[in-house]
């Protein structure tokens, strides 16, 4: 279990994350290992391009900040509204009904509401994710086997 004063770091790094723009995160220490992925992430950065920021939280967050301050900006790119299907509980993704199984749906694939998308188990009981929009999945956000928190995307649906 996490000490309040690394639980409170980690609470820092995800905030310093999220107003970066920084889509994917990973670290790992000899009494830690941290993997951050956010909704839509494509791009990765590692624990040697953020050296020190949970060692540091109140430092490293400023240096990052004024390092990322001075990159040029991006242009804003138009994003299609896609609808995202938000997990209902905390536990793990699975993509299909068992080991070896297809998965329920794939990337293309035409969906109705109320179609079983996924299971998040959560305390040895297997709970189906059903599409509460009909549509196209156009993306899979979570993976098979992932940890997956209260209202985390799992998927990204196109309406019809």
Request: charged share 25%.
């Amino acid at each position: 279990m996490m000490d309040q004063d690394k639980l409170q770091e980690l609470r820092e790094l995800v905030d310093f994350l999220k107003e970066q723009g920084i889509a994917e995160f990973d670290m790992e220490s000899t009494d830690l290992k941290v993997r951050i992925k956010f909704a839509g992430a494509a791009a990765g950065i590692d624990a040697g391009q953020l050296a020190g920021l949970l060692a540091n939280a109140g430092a490293a967050p400023r240096a990052a900040a004024a390092t990322a301050a001075a990159a040029p900006a991006e242009p804003a790119v138009p994003e299609e509204k896609l609808h995202q299907v938000k997990s209902p509980i905390v536990g793990t993704f699975y993509e299909s009904p068992s080991p070896g199984s297809p998965a329920f749906v794939k990337i293309g694939d035409q969906v109705e509401v109320g179609q079983i998308l996924c299971i998040v188990e959560a305390m040895k009981l297997m709970n189906e994710i059903e599409s509460d929009v009909a549509g196209e999945v156009v993306k899979r956000i979570a993976a098979g086997g992932d940890p997956v928190e209260y209202g985390q995307p799992l998927f990204a649906i196109r309406p019809r």
